[in-house]
C-alpha cells in the first residue's frame, strides 16, 4: 500500500493549487481517503474527507468552499483543489487511508487512519 501526494508548492494569497494523492496496492473506490495538514508549532488537522465510493464528502470550516476533494475516474487519485488560498493555509499537507474497521464519525481523527503518504508543502505567502 502506497499513497503519494503532491502538487505543493508556494503561491500568492488568493492563488489556488491542486494537490494529488496517487494510491496504488489497494483498490482506492473501496476506502475513505481524508487529506490533513499540520502547519508550524501547530497540531495536525483534518481538511478534507472522500468517502468509499465517493458519494460523500466532507470539509473542515475552514476550508469550505474554498477546497474541494475529488476522485479521478480512473479511480487510482484523489485530488485537492485548493482556491482563494490565505496564508494560514500555509503547512504540509498529507494524505491517509481510513484503517480497515474504523467508523467513518468524525473523519478528522487522524488516529483512525493506517496509511500516510508523504507530505507535500503548500505556502501562501506575499
Known amino acids: 500500500v502506497q499513497l503519494q501526494a503532491s502538487g505543493g508548492g508556494s503561491v500568492q494569497p488568493g492563488g489556488s493549487l491542486r494537490l494529488s494523492c496517487a494510491a496504488s496496492?489497494?483498490?482506492?473506490?473501496?476506502?475513505?481517503i481524508t487529506w490533513f495538514r499540520q502547519a508550524p508549532g501547530k497540531e495536525r488537522e483534518g481538511v478534507s474527507s472522500?468517502?468509499?465510493?465517493?458519494?460523500?464528502?466532507y470539509y473542515a470550516d475552514s476550508v469550505k468552499a474554498r477546497f474541494t476533494i475529488s476522485r479521478d475516474s480512473a479511480k487510482t487519485r484523489v485530488y485537492l483543489q485548493m482556491n482563494s488560498l490565505k496564508p494560514e493555509d500555509t503547512a504540509i499537507y498529507y494524505c491517509?487511508?481510513?484503517?480497515?474497521?474504523?467508523?467513518?464519525?468524525?473523519?478528522?481523527?487522524?488516529?483512525?487512519?493506517?496509511?500516510w503518504g508523504r507530505g507535500t508543502l503548500v505556502t501562501v505567502s506575499s
Open positions: 472522500t468517502v468509499a465510493g465517493g458519494i460523500s464528502t
Open positions: 491517509a487511508r481510513l484503517g480497515v474497521g474504523s467508523n467513518r464519525h468524525n473523519l478528522f481523527e487522524d488516529e483512525k487512519y493506517d496509511y
Open positions: 496496492g489497494f483498490a482506492l473506490d473501496d476506502y475513505t
